[in-house]
């Protein structure tokens, strides 16, 4: 049953299991039991095809996989971050990103104009890849294919609304260097900083129109009814509010009213969006809003100060956007209760003023953490949106 | 120009790993590796670093192990919350450094900040004796943490400085030599028109000066004429200039200068020519005595590590010679 009040809803990725990591063979006994473990407590057939008893699965088998074998088992563990999301109770699901590599890197290979750069830290052990820009960039026919067949094969496989993930313009062009678009600033006669933000105002704006939208239209017309863009880098700098909103728009143009285009937020300061956000044409926003606090007991007053009050400015500008809470931490292992999750909900409803505008989320994706953990995590996340919807006399 | 006295190249910041080393951290922390092999990979590419800076003033091995340049200090200095959870998560919450898609964890100062005086001797390798530091600057410290127990960024920012301080000599026995403050809280501030000059900045940074140590700030991102006279009138030796975000060199003081020449947020690698050009544009526009350094003009943090090493074989390059 899907839920219109307090929708809930992975932001995308999830750890990928050991035996999705590597894809030769054989693997050892734990990475096996893993697999028919969870496999067994998800309820995924095809975990035989993985395991058997006649030692014939995918990770048996020794030396190097056929290309066909290795998208077979990207495909099982696909259907495994489905049936978990189902499992634990979700509204929405996508595929955990389980056949992607991470949120930069597989949009840029299907990116003309990018070349690998390298690794980079993002914090603790999170890491992200860049590339260099070396000309105007624009989407592959292989992308558009890739992200429609990705979102077929899970659209086929769960009978929950599928919310296919894109990372954004803004962010993508953020991760990027950008020496293209700098030198020919710089071959106008800019320099130093006024080189450098003209440089990425030009490359955001053409990821907008030469990737996202090409992707986010062809998403539409496969089927989507809610397309999520990823913008974590959003409010990496705050002069650049309007440049982001404008991108976003840039994304979703054209898109067809009752498709809902969302927008994924997090780790920034959201108010320093506003006012330009009021322009921003998309329906709802996913924000994380639990990192600032303790997972044991809620306090209202743990919540970041930037976020409340950019929870307070979606109301004073009158948006009617929905916004998607975060309530689960991804960056620790403590358990969040499903009445802490109830509470932060209720509190953000209360401060929306309209707990018919709130989606229920992580504060990201989950892919930081073990399966075992982040599967609690999605239904405790669950119980406790069922708990914030009793308030309200739903079940 | 021919007063100009060339003192060497230095780091300016913490530096990026190698993409084995993210692979084995990863894999640490999904348990698939040990803090042994994590610590081992940091030690291999700590080495890569440090063997290109021959002819450096200081030495660093860019610090890799730290998670962030608050890390060690909010783990092991008093006056700081820990949360509940014992691993990473423990010291605060995730929180973007300025600019960037890179986060640290921001600090809860909820008591007296002091230390013992060995805990940052006890976080840096042993590189001989000419080793540099590079710490959050008194002024930015107190603007990244979250603070419950001042309520005062000079208060804090001088408990701060004197925990520096008391680290010095256990810093210098272990061959340091330089200490680097870096600040890049003033140039976002001034870049969002909320800069709102401490009249304690000067006296926060000679507080953390130590005899036999040179001492330094460092202002990435900012406009380097702009920002200079916070320091002009303090106990540091010398004050970095970010050449590449300026837009104008020119500048007027009596510090020694370490010049920002190299890109920390670019792919391209400077050559000696260009190196060489800034550096003459520098001499020839600026008023100061004459002893300058050369570096990146931020950490190569945000660079991918072979393209850190390469920035740094160029700065290597760089004798002097104009």
């Given at each position: 049953m899907m839920h219109d009040l307090f929708t809930t809803q992975e932001i995308g990725s999830l750890q990928r299991p050991i035996w999705r990591q590597k894809l030769s063979g054989p693997h050892d006994r734990a990475s096996v039991a893993s697999a028919l473990l969870w496999g067994e407590r998800l309820g995924v057939d095809e975990r035989a095809e993985l395991a058997n008893g006649m030692g014939s699965g995918l990770l048996q088998k020794g030396g190097e996989?056929?290309?066909?074998?290795?998208?077979?088992?990207?495909?099982?563990?696909?259907?495994?971050?489905?049936?978990?999301?189902?499992?634990?109770?979700?509204?929405?699901?996508?595929?955990?990103?389980?056949?992607?590599?991470?949120?930069?890197?597989?949009?840029?290979?299907?990116?003309?104009?990018?070349?690998?750069?390298?690794?980079?830290?993002?914090?603790?052990?999170?890491?992200?890849r860049k590339g260099t820009v070396r000309s105007g960039v624009s989407i592959t026919a292989a992308g558009k294919a890739f992200f429609v067949d990705e979102f077929d094969f899970v659209r086929k496989h769960t009978r929950r609304v599928p919310k296919p993930c894109l990372t954004g313009p803004y962010t993508m062009a953020d991760w990027s260097y950008l020496e293209y678009y700098r030198t020919a600033r710089e071959a106008g006669g800019e320099k130093g900083g006024a080189a450098i933000s003209g440089a990425r105002r030009d490359a955001v704006l053409d990821f907008a129109a030469n990737v996202l939208n090409p992707a986010v239209t062809a998403l539409a017309k496969a089927g989507a009814q809610v397309i999520q863009i990823d913008e974590p880098a959003a409010a990496t700098n705050e002069n650049e509010s309007l440049l982001f909103v404008e991108a976003i728009n840039a994304s979703f143009k054209s898109i067809p009213a009752g498709i809902e285009k969302a927008v994924h937020l997090c780790y920034s300061n959201y108010a320093s969006l506003f006012p330009a956000l009021a322009d921003c044409i998309a329906d709802s926003y996913l924000i994380e809003f639990t990192n600032h606090a303790s997972p044991e007991n809620f306090k209202p007053e743990e919540v970041d100060r930037g976020t409340f009050k950019a929870l307070q400015l979606f109301r004073e500008y009158k948006m009617k956007a929905k916004i998607g809470v975060g309530v689960i931490d991804i960056h620790s292992d403590l358990i969040e209760t499903p009445q802490v999750v109830r509470d932060r909900i209720l509190y953000a409803a209360k401060v929306l003023g309209d707990p018919g505008r709130v989606q229920v989320n992580p504060d990201c994706g989950l892919r930081t953490r073990r399966w075992n953990v982040a599967f609690a995590k999605l239904c405790s996340m669950a119980e406790g949106a069922a708990l914030a919807r009793a308030e309200f006399g739903e079940g | 120009m021919s007063d100009h006295k060339f003192l060497g190249a230095m780091l300016s910041g913490l530096a990026s790993r190698s993409n084995a080393t993210a692979r084995v951290h990863r894999a640490f922390r999904d348990g698939y590796a040990t803090e042994s092999d994590f610590k081992s990979a940091i030690g291999d590419d700590e080495k890569e670093i440090v063997a290109r800076q021959d002819g450096f003033a200081y030495l660093s091995a860019g610090q890799l192990d730290w998670l962030d340049i608050l890390r060690p200090i909010a783990r092991s200095f008093r006056g700081f919350a820990s949360r509940r959870s014992a691993g990473e998560d423990s010291v605060g919450p995730v929180t973007r450094w300025f600019r960037t898609n890179t986060?640290?964890?921001?600090?809860?100062?909820?008591?007296?900040?002091?230390?013992?005086?060995?805990?940052?001797?006890?976080?840096?390798?042993?590189?001989?004796?000419?080793?540099?530091?590079?710490?959050?600057?008194?002024?930015?410290?107190?603007?990244l943490v979250e603070d419950r127990?001042?309520?005062?960024?000079?208060?804090?920012?001088?408990?701060?400085?004197?925990?520096?301080?008391?680290?010095?000599?256990?810093?210098?026995?272990?061959?340091?030599?330089?200490?680097?403050?870096?600040?890049?809280?003033?140039?976002?501030?001034?870049?969002?028109?909320?800069?709102?000059?401490?009249?304690?900045?000067?006296?926060?940074?000679?507080?953390?000066?130590?005899?036999?140590?040179?001492?330094?700030?460092?202002?990435?991102?900012?406009?380097?004429?702009?920002?200079?006279?916070?320091?002009?009138?303090?106990?540091?030796?010398?004050?970095?200039?970010?050449?590449?975000?300026?837009?104008?060199?020119?500048?007027?003081?009596?510090?020694?200068?370490?010049?920002?020449?190299?890109?920390?947020?670019?792919?391209?690698?400077?050559?000696?020519?260009?190196?060489?050009?800034?550096?003459?544009?520098?001499?020839?526009?600026?008023?100061?005595?004459?002893?300058y350094y050369i570096g990146p003009n931020d950490r190569l943090y945000d660079v991918p590590f072979e393209t850190a090493l390469r920035k740094i074989e160029g700065l290597a390059a760089f004798k002097g010679a104009l």
């Open positions: 996989l056929t290309q066909a074998e290795k998208g077979r088992i990207i495909d099982i563990s696909t259907l495994y971050a489905i049936r978990m999301q189902e499992l634990a109770g979700l509204d929405r699901v996508f595929n955990g990103e389980q056949p992607r590599t991470e949120m930069y890197d597989f949009m840029a290979r299907f990116v003309d104009g990018i070349e690998p750069a390298g690794t980079l830290n993002a914090f603790d052990a999170n890491y992200f | 986060f640290y964890r921001k600090p809860l100062v909820n008591g007296r900040i002091d230390c013992e005086g060995g805990e940052l001797s006890d976080v840096v390798p042993a590189l001989g004796s000419n080793s540099v530091i590079f710490l959050p600057s008194p002024y930015s410290f107190s603007r127990f001042y309520n005062d960024g000079r208060e804090l920012a001088k408990d701060y400085a004197g925990a520096i301080a008391k680290s010095a000599p256990r810093l210098y026995e272990k061959g340091y030599r330089c200490v680097l403050l870096v600040d890049h809280t003033v140039g976002y501030e001034r870049s969002r028109g909320c800069f709102d000059a401490p009249e304690w900045y000067a006296e926060s940074i000679s507080a953390v000066k130590h005899d036999g140590m040179v001492l330094g700030v460092s202002f990435p991102l900012a406009e380097a004429a702009a920002v200079l006279p916070l320091v002009e009138q303090s106990r540091a030796d010398f004050v970095g200039v970010d050449a590449i975000f300026s837009n104008s060199v020119a500048v007027e003081t009596k510090k020694d200068v370490m010049l920002g020449v190299v890109d920390g947020a670019s792919t391209g690698i400077e050559s000696i020519g260009t190196i060489g050009s800034t550096v003459r544009e520098f001499l020839s526009g600026s008023d100061f005595p004459g002893r």
